[in-house]
């Protein structure tokens, strides 16, 4: 590897662990999205998204307790 190469492969690793790596000790969002304050606005999304899977999971279960029940 090359002096060159080696560079552009930290710096890749860099941009990684700080813009796309979810980081458990911070909440599992990235140091960037921490450092921007988005963290709350991330927070929210998973929020919206756990209680659609778990009113989708309801109605399923509904559905096929009726299936069951005719």
Do not use: Q
């Amino acid at each position: 590897m090359t002096p060159d190469g080696a560079h552009a492969t930290i710096a890749t690793r860099i941009d990684h662990y700080n813009n796309h790596r979810l980081h458990s000790a911070i909440g599992y969002v990235s140091p960037r999205d921490k450092l921007l304050g988005r963290e709350t606005e991330i927070w929210a999304g998973r929020d919206r998204k756990r209680e659609a899977a778990r009113e989708l999971r309801r109605k399923r279960r509904e559905l096929d307790h009726l299936g069951t029940a005719a």
